[in-house]
C-alpha cells in the first residue's frame, strides 16, 4: 500500500511539473507574451534559483518558521483548554462558542496591523499563529468529546470515577484523533498567518523578501520564495502527522485496517 501510494504521488508530481512546463513554453513561445517570466516562469529556473540562494532562503524560513511554531503551540493550548471547559459544561459552550466563531470572521489582513502596533513584530507573529490555530483545535476536539458514549461515561460514572479521572482515561484518548485533525488544519494556515505578519515590516523573513522580490522586479526570487512558503505548510502538516503516529498509533492502525 505504501508503494502504491508513493507511485501515485510520484506520478501526480511528474505531471504537475510537466504541465507547467509546458505551459510556460507555450507563454513564451506560443502565445509570446512578454510577461511570461513574471506570470508563469519555467519551474527549473525557479529551482535553480532556489537552490542558488539556500542558505538565505532556509535562514528566511527559519525565522518564520519559528514564530509561526510557538504561536502554534500555544494556540493549540488555548484551543484544548477551551475544548475541555465547553465539553464540562453546556453554558459555557452556549456562551463562548459563537464569540470563537465570530472572532474567526475577523480578516487576519485587518487584524495583524492592530496586533502589529501594539506589540513587537516576534510578538505579533505569534499571537496571530495562535490566533489562527485555538479554533480548528477547539473545535474539533470538542467534536472529539461529544462522540464519546453516553454509555461510557455513565459506567465510569458508576464505579465513583472522578471528572478528572473520566477525561484522563477515557474522554481525553477518545478526543485525540479529533485534536490531531485539528492540528493538521491549523498548522499550514499558522504559517501562511505569520509569512503575511512578515509583510508588515520585517527583514529577513520569507514574507519580506517575497514582498520585496516582488516590488523589486526579481520574478525568479519571488517564485522560490513563493516555493519555500508552500514546503513550509507541507512541513508543517506532515509534522503534526508524524507526532500523531508517535502520540496515538491506535488511530493511524485503525485507519489501515478500515482500508
Known amino acids: 500500500m505504501k508503494k502504491d501510494r508513493i507511485l501515485v504521488s510520484s506520478v501526480w508530481i511528474l505531471g504537475i511539473v510537466i504541465i507547467w512546463e509546458i505551459a510556460a513554453f507555450a507563454l513564451v513561445n506560443v502565445f509570446h507574451d512578454n510577461m511570461a517570466s513574471a506570470k508563469l516562469p519555467y519551474l527549473h529556473n525557479i529551482l535553480i534559483t ?20 510557538v504561536g502554534f503551540g500555544i494556540g493549540a493550548l488555548i484551543g484544548a483548554v477551551f475544548a475541555i471547559l465547553m465539553s464540562l459544561s453546556k453554558t459555557i459552550e452556549r456562551i463562548a462558542f ?16 492592530l496586533i502589529f502596533n501594539l506589540f513587537s513584530m516576534d510578538t505579533s507573529r505569534i499571537i496571530i499563529a495562535g490566533y489562527i490555530t485555538f479554533f480548528p483545535v477547539a473545535a474539533n476536539m470538542l467534536s ?10 455513565e459506567l465510569m460514572y458508576s464505579y465513583a470515577a472522578k471528572v478528572y479521572e473520566v477525561y484522563i482515561k477515557l474522554m481525553l484518548p477518545f478526543s485525540m484523533p479529533a485534536f490531531f485533525a485539528g492540528l493538521k488544519i491549523a498548522a499550514p494556515l499558522s504559517v501562511t498567518a505569520s509569512i503575511l505578519v512578515d509583510m508588515l515590516g520585517s527583514q529577513d523573513t520569507i514574507g519580506s523578501k517575497i514582498l520585496y522580490s516582488l516590488y523589486g522586479g526579481e520574478r525568479e526570487i519571488f517564485w522560490a520564495l513563493v516555493l519555500a512558503s508552500a514546503l513550509m ?24 485496517g478500515a482500508k
Open 233 to 256: 505548510g507541507i512541513v508543517s502538516y506532515y509534522i503534526v502527522v508524524l507526532a500523531e503516529k508517535v502520540f496515538i498509533p491506535w488511530s493511524s492502525k485503525s485507519k489501515a
Open 98 to 113: 459563537p464569540y470563537l466563531l465570530i472572532s474567526q470572521m475577523i480578516p487576519i489582513l485587518g487584524l495583524a496591523p
Open 144 to 153: 472529539g468529546f461529544k462522540s464519546v458514549e453516553i454509555e461510557k461515561r
Open 50 to 69: 532556489f537552490f542558488q540562494n539556500f542558505f538565505m532562503i532556509i535562514k528566511a524560513a527559519s525565522l518564520t518558521f519559528s514564530r509561526s511554531a
